[in-house]
T-cell receptor
Framework: DQQVKQNSPSLSVQEGRISILNCDYT??????FLWYKKYPAEGPTFLIS?????DKNEDGRFTVFLNKSAKHLSLHIVPSQPGDSAVYFC??????????FGTGTRLQVFP | ETGVTQTPRHLVMGMTNKKSLKCEQH?????MYWYKQSAKKPLELMFV???????ENNSVPSRFSPECPNSSHLFLHLHTLQPEDSALYLC???????????FGPGTRLTVL
């Protein structure tokens, strides 16, 4: 049973618009969440994280929102740029060294 | 070299071959990890090393054998693999076991 789910395998957004990537989790013990970005032929790159004591964390164009009651988090990218086209992985941790990853969402930003 | 490097980037091997994957981190981290990414599946944690000691083995078959000679290097020795072991193998490192993990580019392994 997957503890971290990314139900949208792909997303297509026009340049300049907002991209919203969603992630759901089932384990209420998770208290730290991360987003990784992956280009082809490269390893995942850490993008942004959020602790369960917060409901929002912002870094430039990237904002992560956490809704603990719904066990849902989302990554907002505003404005989206063609260079943002990549696969985005959501990951969760229960403060151990174990990161549980979702299956990823492929984002394509077109001009 | 900076960050986390992995060699080789691509590897094709037969089921009777023995090969090794190498990972090196240049970040001064104390923990290193092996992950497997199969097509359309989440990243799966295979092994965790902390201060050169294996602290986690996620029910990985014995045909995969990790080795961590020092805090900067991590190997994954492969022996008599199966075609279903074909995947992207990613190495990661972190300062402490609960800190953000930084990944290498991965080794794309194909078992024929």
């Amino acid at each position: 049973d997957q503890q971290v789910k990314q139900n949208s395998p792909s997303l297509s957004v026009q340049e300049g618009r907002i991209s919203i990537l969603n992630c759901d989790y089932t384990n209420s013990m998770f208290d730290y969440f991360l987003w990784y970005k992956k280009y082809p032929a490269e390893g995942p790159t850490f993008l942004i994280s959020i602790s369960s004591i917060k409901d929002k964390n912002e870094d430039g164009r990237f904002t992560v929102f956490l809704n603990k009651s719904a066990k849902h988090l989302s990554l907002h990218i505003v404005p989206s740029q063609p260079g943002d086209s990549a696969v985005y992985f959501c990951a969760a941790s229960d403060n151990t060294d174990k990161l549980i990853f979702g299956t990823g969402t492929r984002l394509q930003v077109f001009p | 070299e900076t960050g986390v490097t992995q060699t080789p980037r691509h590897l094709v091997m037969g089921m009777t071959n023995k090969k090794s994957l190498k990972c090196e981190q240049h970040l001064g981290h104390n923990a290193m990890y092996w992950y497997k990414q199969s097509a359309k599946k989440p990243l799966e944690l295979m092994f965790v090393y902390s201060l050169e000691e294996r602290v986690e083995n996620n029910s990985v078959p014995s045909r995969f054998s990790p080795e961590c000679p020092n805090s900067s290097h991590l190997f994954l020795h492969l022996h008599t693999l199966q075609p279903e072991d074909s995947a992207l193998y990613l190495c990661a490192s972190s300062q402490g076991r609960t800190d953000t993990q930084y990944f290498g580019p991965g080794t794309r392994l194909t078992v024929l």
